[in-house]
């Protein structure tokens, strides 16, 4: 059975330093996807990157950055420079492969919820 | 990306009645899946909603509970069948198309139960 784990519940950093959400993901599968989506005080569930096992590299997007590493079963994020706009629960979710075709359901972590102080 | 509309965007229920909520996507889309994230929590995946056939659920998620129709490949519907206050939930369509894609979801409907 697959499983994600944030162990961080909560962490609160002042704006401009830098923070690191953790994810570490179990599959038996060697073909699966994961993702990190962002869901604001708001509600409404942001998607904000995409992996996949065959894909290591590691990524940077503006702020963001991704380090995906097999060998230990992580794909943690990093917000360079948080601003308070970041303020958010973020979500790490893992995609199996899919025999049938077409999309599989996701597997969310229970959530890190990121406050950024003034 | 596609356009999620669900309705109702929230609501308030009496125990023991039942609420259908209904999913719409802009196009076409291969996958919808239904999820529930609880107060706090984070989301559970329902169940698949297929085109065509009946919907796979998840373990501890049963068709007497949380009915799903898929008529077309533009919407679905789910419904929250004899309610109880621990079915306050907030509900989520999304929809997929391919392998890996990123799926996107709906805005959520925000289910109270007195």
């Known amino acids: 059975a697959q499983k994600v784990t944030q162990a961080q519940t909560e962490i609160s950093v002042v704006e401009k330093e830098d923070v690191t959400l953790d994810c570490v993901y179990e599959t038996r599968d060697t073909t699966y996807y994961l993702f990190w989506y962002k869901q604001p005080p708001s509600g409404e569930l942001v998607f904000l990157i995409r992996r996949n096992s065959f894909d290591e590299q590691n990524e940077i997007s503006g702020r963001y950055s991704w380090n995906f590493q097999k060998s230990t079963s992580s794909f943690n994020f990093t917000i360079t420079a948080s601003q308070v706009v970041d303020s958010a629960v973020y979500f790490c979710?893992?995609?199996?492969?899919?025999?049938?075709?077409?999309?599989?359901?996701?597997?969310f972590g229970k959530g890190t919820h990121l406050i950024i102080q003034p | 990306s596609a356009v999620i509309s669900q309705k109702p965007s929230r609501d308030i229920c009496q125990r023991g009645t039942s609420l259908t909520i209904q999913c719409q996507v802009d196009?076409?889309?291969?996958?919808m899946f239904w999820y529930r994230q609880q107060p706090g929590q984070s989301l559970t995946l329902i169940a698949t909603a297929n085109q065509g056939s009946e919907a796979t659920y998840e373990s501890g998620f049963v068709i007497d509970k949380f009915p799903i129709s898929r008529p077309n490949l533009t919407f679905s519907t789910l419904t929250v069948s004899n309610m109880s206050p621990e079915d306050s939930s907030i509900y989520l369509c999304s929809v997929g198309n391919r392998e890996g894609q990123p799926q996107h979801f709906g805005d959520g409907t925000r289910l109270s139960i007195l």
């Open positions: 196009s076409q889309v291969t996958m």
């Open positions: 979710a893992l995609s199996e492969y899919y025999s049938g075709g077409g999309a599989d359901g996701l597997t």
